[in-house]
């Protein structure tokens, strides 16, 4: 049987209560208003590499099916749409299945719109909210913003924008990773998720802030695509010591692109053999009356924990991880 | 043959891996927030030992390999094979020297050891982490020194050579951890 007691320290505890105080103030001296959507929702995410919770809603004479967020992105947005102006949201989040050194399916996440903020202005908030909230157990930690294609290049001489099979399988084969070519066959995006996992992640220098933007756009998720180079998507991506903290985009505004992704995700999870899912109608309606011109990003706050803990692992800074819950 | 999903991975588990028998070390998850979900498995192939790393699509599948362990008594050699018996069944094993490898040199007749078996075929034998042994061969050391400093080479009952303290004589019995070959101490009487 499991143990009652916690998994983490009282003093993870502590650090934890000092990291959400320290960011509502961060977001209370911003005026960043801070919101709440349901956890329990009508509809999910149509992503096919997320796999989430579904619940029995008991309305006697009814049921319904409900499903716990992967993200609360889609009513955020509404808000937003509303006119709510730029806001923040600290939730649960649930991804079924991810259970792991660093991942634990219910996980706590920050997530915050700027309205009127280009990319760049948001990616300079992020690393001034960790270097805030980082400060005690790191000190002043440098920062980097890098091109994503950039920093491919320079760690394995690849161009990700620019895919050449023969290239990136001689490159996976020389690093130990013979396995790739099977794996990723010749899907762009695989080897990519790949490469940058197992080789760009690692090679990452330690206590500096990445802010990798300009992802390429196979698969830009809710990201606008760049409007001067139609091969990037507006997003980032926030790392330290190699460590995935946060997913930032210029959000897509556009109902109707936003709709034919949605149509490709379900499309694409049909020829996978996954579970349908249905569009989020309610959310789709509201880029139809009008999104104003934000950028967008969430961060895993349990993760920014176990850096401000010097823990490595999720489990170290979780009251009671999935295995005790 | 019953099959495994990335996800039933944990340490311990016997799984087949390029026509061998392995076992699972670490299973560590990599997911990228938006992207594809990778298992990176640290797995020792149970037939030469060594340590690999091996990635995996989240939710793909291996065949489970039918390897258990069970605790035998070594019984003897006869040059070239070294025979084993399970006590509660008098079931023999036989086992060639890949399997038996550096392992046998810890056991003398009559020990008790673990044998690991592939669809019941001797795999490898694991000696208990700690045996008692004597010496039959060492050089005389100094009378007095009983500080356990510097150290001499002293060979064993069953051949094998350790490093001993100064003090201990031929006839003696010793204890040793087999897990790093090294001398714990005397073992009186």
């Given at each position: 049987?499991?143990?009652?007691?916690?998994?983490?320290?009282?003093?993870?505890?502590?650090?934890?209560?000092?990291?959400?105080?320290?960011?509502?103030?961060?977001?209370?001296?911003?005026?960043?208003?801070?919101?709440?959507?349901?956890?329990?929702?009508?509809?999910?995410?149509?992503?096919?590499?997320?796999?989430?919770?579904?619940?029995?809603?008991?309305?006697?004479?009814?049921?319904?099916?409900?499903?716990?967020?992967?993200?609360?992105?889609?009513?955020?947005?509404?808000?937003?749409?509303?006119?709510?102006?730029?806001?923040?949201q600290i939730c649960k989040a649930f991804r079924n299945g991810e259970s792991g050194r660093l991942h634990n399916p219910e996980f706590?996440?920050?997530?915050?719109?700027?309205?009127?903020?280009?990319?760049?202005?948001?990616?300079?908030?992020?690393?001034?909210?960790?270097?805030?909230?980082?400060?005690?157990?790191?000190?002043?930690?440098?920062?980097?913003?890098?091109?994503?294609?950039?920093?491919?290049?320079?760690?394995?001489?690849?161009?990700?924008?620019?895919?050449?099979?023969?290239?990136?399988?001689?490159?996976?084969r020389e690093s130990g990773f013979a396995e790739a070519a099977d794996l990723c066959g010749d899907e762009p995006g695989l080897w990519l998720d790949f490469i940058f996992s197992h080789c760009v992640q690692p090679a990452m220098a330690g206590n500096l802030i990445y802010l990798v933007h300009d992802y390429p756009a196979i698969q830009p998720s809710l990201a606008r695509i760049n409007s001067r180079d139609p091969r990037l998507a507006e997003r980032f991506e926030v790392f330290i010591n190699g460590i995935e903290l946060g997913n930032g985009f210029f959000e897509l505004a556009d109902a109707l692109e936003q709709e034919s992704r949605f149509d490709a995700e379900i499309a694409c999870r049909r020829r996978q053999g996954l579970a349908d899912v249905e569009k989020d109608g309610l959310f789709l309606a509201a880029l139809q009356a009008g999104l104003p011109a934000c950028s967008g990003v969430a961060i895993g706050l349990d993760r920014v924990l176990m850096l401000a803990a010097g823990v490595a692992e999720i489990g170290g800074v979780l009251a009671f991880p999935v295995a005790n819950a | 043959?019953?099959?495994?999903?990335?996800?039933?991975?944990?340490?311990?588990?016997?799984?087949?891996?390029?026509?061998?028998?392995?076992?699972?070390?670490?299973?560590?998850?990599?997911?990228?927030?938006?992207?594809?979900?990778?298992?990176?498995?640290?797995?020792?192939?149970?037939?030469?030992?060594?340590?690999?790393?091996?990635?995996?699509?989240?939710?793909?599948?291996?065949?489970?390999?039918?390897?258990?362990?069970?605790?035998?008594?070594?019984?003897?050699?006869?040059?070239?094979?070294?025979?084993?018996?399970?006590?509660?069944?008098?079931?023999?094993?036989?086992?060639?020297?890949?399997?038996?490898?550096?392992?046998?040199?810890?056991?003398?007749?009559?020990?008790?050891?673990?044998?690991?078996?592939?669809?019941?075929?001797?795999?490898?034998?694991?000696?208990?982490?700690?045996?008692?042994?004597?010496?039959?061969?060492?050089?005389?050391?100094?009378?007095?020194?009983?500080s356990g400093g510097g150290g001499k080479p002293a060979t064993l009952e069953t051949g094998a050579v350790v490093r001993v303290p100064l003090f201990i004589q031929i006839g003696e019995v010793i204890k040793v951890d087999t897990r790093v070959g090294e001398y714990v101490s005397r073992v009186k009487d």
């Open positions: 049987m499991a143990d009652w007691r916690p998994a983490c320290g009282l003093q993870q505890l502590r650090i934890r209560a000092q990291l959400l105080a320290e960011t509502r103030r961060f977001f209370a001296d911003r005026q960043v208003l801070e919101v709440e959507t349901p956890l329990l929702c009508r509809a999910t995410g149509t992503d096919p590499q997320l796999d989430f919770f579904t619940t029995a809603y008991h309305a006697a004479p009814y049921r319904r099916t409900l499903f716990l967020q992967t993200s609360p992105e889609f009513a955020m947005k509404r808000l937003l749409a509303a006119g709510s102006g730029s806001i923040y706590t996440l920050l997530e915050w719109y700027r309205v009127g903020y280009e990319l760049p202005a948001l990616m300079a908030e992020v690393a001034l909210l960790l270097q805030t909230l980082l400060a005690p157990a790191c000190g002043e930690l440098a920062v980097r913003p890098v091109g994503y294609r950039q920093l491919f290049l320079e760690t394995t001489g690849l161009d990700a924008l620019q895919f050449g099979l023969a290239d990136y399988r001689r490159y996976a | 043959m019953a099959i495994y999903s990335t996800n039933e991975f944990k340490g311990g588990l016997k799984i087949m891996l390029d026509n061998d028998p392995c076992s699972i070390i670490e299973n560590e998850f990599v997911k990228p927030g938006k992207g594809q979900a990778f298992n990176r498995v640290k797995i020792r192939n149970l037939k030469t030992g060594r340590v690999i790393e091996r990635t995996f699509k989240s939710g793909d599948t291996v065949e489970s390999a039918d390897v258990i362990d069970v605790e035998m008594q070594y019984l003897y050699s006869d040059g070239e094979f070294w025979h084993f018996m399970v006590p509660e069944t008098f079931e023999q094993y036989q086992a060639d020297k890949n399997a038996v490898a550096e392992a046998i040199k810890w056991l003398k007749e009559q020990d008790i050891c673990t044998m690991t078996l592939w669809n019941d075929a001797p795999l490898s034998i694991t000696p208990p982490n700690f045996v008692e042994l004597a010496i039959t061969e060492t050089d005389p050391g100094l009378k007095g020194d009983t």
